[in-house]
């Protein structure tokens, strides 16, 4: 499946979450599927995305990683269904945009819970989202210049 129409799932379905635990499922599926792009980039992106795109996988990674524990089953992974990237520039924007409604629910999340157990899982899930957000917005920049760089036709 395209990872544009993946973000969109990821979208929808973190929209739909009412749940603590269904809310922390969809966030881990969000940094998965930042964790697959990323990998996809590094391997055949564009050459100026490669380091940025090794970092976002590294980081969405570990923003899986914190998102795992006793009541937070993920079943399989979207990310599991990305066949294609076709445009690095549309997903990546769209990426971007999925990782800041992560942070942002993630911050409702965090204010609601009573186990400080999950309070911190939740801060260290938000960090995760800002830092790969941040390696996204990167990636868009260097594209830029790149798109500035190339000759006119």
Same mark, same amino acid.
């Given at each position: 499946?395209?990872?544009?129409?993946?973000?969109?799932?990821?979208?929808?379905?973190?929209?739909?979450?009412?749940?603590?635990?269904?809310?922390?499922?969809?966030?881990? =599926?969000?940094? +998965? %599927?930042?964790? @697959?792009?990323?990998?996809? *980039? !590094?391997?055949? #992106?564009?050459?100026?995305?490669? &380091?940025?795109?090794?970092?976002?996988?590294?980081?969405?990674?570990?923003?899986?990683?914190?998102?795992?524990?006793?009541?937070?089953?993920?079943?399989?992974?979207?990310?599991? =269904?990305?066949? +294609? %990237?076709?445009? @690095?520039?549309?997903?990546? *924007? !769209?990426?971007? #945009?999925?990782?800041?409604?992560? &942070?942002?629910?993630?911050?409702?999340?965090a204010s609601a819970v009573g186990d400080e157990g999950r309070y911190w899982q939740c801060m260290?899930?938000?960090?995760?989202?800002?830092?790969?957000?941040?390696?996204?917005?990167e990636m868009l920049r260097r594209l830029a210049a790149r798109e500035e760089s190339l000759p006119?036709?």
């Amino acid at each position: 499946m395209d990872a544009e129409r993946l973000i969109v799932k990821n979208r929808r379905a973190l929209a739909a979450s009412c749940e603590l635990s269904v809310t922390l499922v969809e966030v881990r =599926q969000a940094q +998965a %599927l930042a964790q @697959a792009i990323g990998s996809r *980039l !590094a391997v055949s #992106g564009p050459p100026e995305l490669r &380091g940025e795109a090794l970092g976002l996988t590294e980081l969405a990674g570990r923003g899986c990683g914190v998102l795992e524990g006793p009541g937070l089953d993920t079943g399989p992974l979207r990310a599991a =269904q990305l066949t +294609a %990237l076709d445009d @690095a520039r549309r997903t990546l *924007l !769209a990426l971007g #945009g999925l990782l800041g409604e992560v &942070g942002m629910v993630l911050v409702g999340a965090a204010s609601a819970v009573g186990d400080e157990g999950r309070y911190w899982q939740c801060m260290e899930a938000i960090d995760a989202a800002d830092e790969s957000r941040d390696r996204v917005r990167e990636m868009l920049r260097r594209l830029a210049a790149r798109e500035e760089s190339l000759p006119e036709r």
